[in-house]
């Protein structure tokens, strides 16, 4: 089975904190992504990864970074941590070489930022 | 990428076949129509895709109307484990999916 796993299910930061989000899969995809999910706004791309240390922005990139240097690990960080920004946030990692492959996701983390 | 209209909730009898639509009028001919579910508290998981054949897959049938422009997920013996957000996804396979709202089902005992 495929696993995404995330490094916490919670999580309470406050204002103005560097916050870093992991994520690792272990079935050797080349695609990983990070996703906010705000009730009524659905789910929205936040960056992909299609290699190690290649990241393309999403559609809400704006405060946020990522960082991939290794093929299983993605990583969200949010510089500068903001009210707005509490939110769950989802990975979802899937096979490359052809776009339409379904993605895996992970459990989801659960930010408040204060 | 195509916009879709999902209806907000749907009850469905335990053991019965659940039926959801979803309507994507302005999709393209190179759009896959993607199916995933959101169970309470777990991430999005996928459920079928097609192009333009119905699908059939362990989980669930996908039809898809000749003209593309709306598709059917059923899932054929709904449990009450099947309880949760689905979510009807058409994609150019440009690595973005757009979530919308999706259609929240209710499975009953």
């Known amino acids: 089975d495929v696993k995404v796993t995330q490094s916490s299910r919670y999580l309470v930061k406050r204002t103005g904190e560097k916050v870093f989000l992991e994520c690792v899969q272990d079935?050797?995809?080349?695609?990983m992504f990070w996703y906010r999910q705000d009730p009524g706004l659905g789910l929205r791309l936040i960056y992909f990864?299609?290699?190690?240390?290649?990241?393309e922005k999403g559609d809400i990139p704006e405060g946020y970074s990522v960082s991939r240097e290794k093929k299983e690990r993605f990583s969200l960080i949010l510089e500068s941590a903001s009210t707005n920004q509490t939110s769950m946030y989802l990975c979802?990692?899937?096979?490359?070489?052809?776009?339409?492959?379904?993605?895996?996701f992970g459990p989801g983390t659960r930010l408040t930022v204060l | 990428d195509a916009k879709t209209t999902q209806p907000t909730s749907m009850d469905c009898a335990e053991g019965r076949a659940a039926n959801l639509p979803c309507n994507h009028s302005?999709?393209?001919?190179?759009?896959?129509v993607y199916w995933y579910r959101q169970i309470h508290s777990q991430g999005p998981q996928y459920i079928i895709h097609?192009?333009?054949n119905n699908e059939t897959n362990e989980m669930a049938s996908l039809i898809i109307t000749e003209d593309r422009k709306s598709s059917t997920l059923i899932l054929p013996h709904a449990t009450l484990r099947d309880t949760a957000v689905y979510y009807c996804?058409?994609?150019?396979?440009?690595?973005?999916?757009?979530f919308g709202t999706g259609t929240r089902l209710k499975v009953l005992a």
């Open positions: 979802a990692s899937s096979l490359g070489g052809f776009a339409y492959n379904e993605q895996f």
């Open positions: 079935m050797d995809h080349e695609n």
């Open positions: 990864s299609y290699d190690v240390k290649m990241k």
């Open positions: 302005t999709i393209s001919g190179n759009e896959y």
């Open positions: 097609g192009l333009k």
């Open positions: 996804i058409p994609t150019s396979g440009t690595y973005k999916y757009i």
